[in-house]
């Protein structure tokens, strides 16, 4: 992953960033299959890649740890699971994510983990139950 030149188009991808990638994931989803083996075979390849443990998640908001990680990440690939819509977390990182995408043009890429992409889109299936049940918490 190495820098382009330094046009004022291409400004972007002349930060400097600490992590190529932040993995944004449900833990009880996929933790310890899926993520934890994409995460083992980026870092093998040499790519920076942030994955949070479980020492992070202690308070209700999304930490200040978790938004540096995103803001300071070139990549960012949000892993939908069956349950990803119904954590708070998942779906705060997924609005940093989208904001970082607009303000500073970072690359989303979307995995669709046992999950039908159009589910996603459309807020059917178990995205749709997670989604009344946030909207029933708030």
């Known amino acids: 992953m190495t820098n382009r ?3 004022s ?27 934890s083996h994409l995460y083992s075979n980026l870092r093998l390849q040499g790519i920076n890649t ?6 992070l998640r202690r308070g209700e ?5 978790l938004l540096t990680a995103i ?6 690939v949000v892993v939908f699971s069956k349950n990803y819509a119904s954590s708070k977390w998942c779906l705060d990182e ?7 995408k607009e303000s500073n043009q970072q690359l989303v890429i979307p995995v669709f983990y046992k999950v039908n992409p159009s589910d996603v889109r459309n807020h ?9 049940n946030m909207d029933c918490n708030m």
Do not use: Q
């Open 124 to 132: 059917r299936g178990s995205f749709e139950d997670a989604l009344a």
């Open 9 to 35: 188009s291409s400004a972007p991808f002349t930060k400097s960033w600490k992590y190529h990638v932040f993995l944004s994931f449900r833990g009880f989803d996929t933790r310890s299959n899926f993520t």
């Open 5 to 7: 030149g330094a046009s």
């Open 94 to 100: 997924l609005v940093k994510i989208l904001d970082c």
């Open 71 to 76: 803001e300071d990440s070139k990549i960012s």
């Open 50 to 55: 942030f994955m949070d443990d479980d020492e």
């Open 61 to 65: 908001e999304i930490s200040n740890t």
